[in-house]
């Protein structure tokens, strides 16, 4: 299947009224982890051009440490995927503890970076993104739109890149289970 493009969203629909935004509900942990990849997946274009615009500035600052920044980070990512993917252990850590897993990943990485030169490189035109991202994911609310785009992406209709970085944590595995459960009830 080819990798599709999600569109950018208005202005409007990714920062309307206060309305639309609510603290999630830090005791269901389930609910809140939902909200966050909907919007992911629903925002991803308006997050890339967020992350673009601070990457550029940081790395036009800074040009030599951005490049090791984000080389150090996009390794430790693929090298934990590829070890969780082969101990059962980290496995399941990814799948109930998402957000642990991005955790580590970026902690990895800032020793490694620390290790390496410049801490503050990291802070800003990394970790300042990816927080700005899960704030925006975690607060904003979602809508009819937001909800039937995602299904398409949950049953296979389309893939886009948050998709596959998300399949890659493992957090759109068990909607295409419960699809599929319900396919199968409904065929008895």
């Known amino acids: 299947m080819e990798v599709q493009v999600a569109p950018l969203r208005s202005w409007e629909d990714f920062f309307p009224g206060s309305d639309r935004f609510a603290r999630p509900d830090f005791k269901d942990i389930s609910k809140w982890n939902n909200r966050v990849v909907n919007n992911l997946l629903y925002y991803q274009t308006n997050y890339l051009m967020v992350a673009a615009v601070v990457v550029a500035i940081v790395g036009f600052l800074s040009p030599l440490n951005m490049l090791i920044g984000g080389t150090v980070v996009v390794l430790v990512f693929l090298g934990f995927v590829w070890v969780s993917h082969n101990k059962d252990i980290l496995r399941r850590m990814k799948k109930q503890y998402p957000t642990t897993f991005v955790i580590v990943i970026m902690l990895s990485s800032y020793f490694l970076i620390s290790y390496l030169g410049d801490v503050m490189v990291f802070m800003f035109g990394i970790t300042l993104p990816l927080l700005l991202m899960f704030i925006h994911a975690s607060l904003r609310l979602r809508n009819i739109k937001n909800k039937l785009e995602n299904k398409k992406e949950e ?28 396919i199968s009830k409904v065929k008895e």
Do not use: S, V
């Open 155 to 182: 049953i296979g209709l389309k893939k886009t890149p948050m998709g596959i970085i998300l399949d890659a944590l493992e957090q759109q595995e068990d909607n295409i289970n419960k699809l599929a459960d319900y």
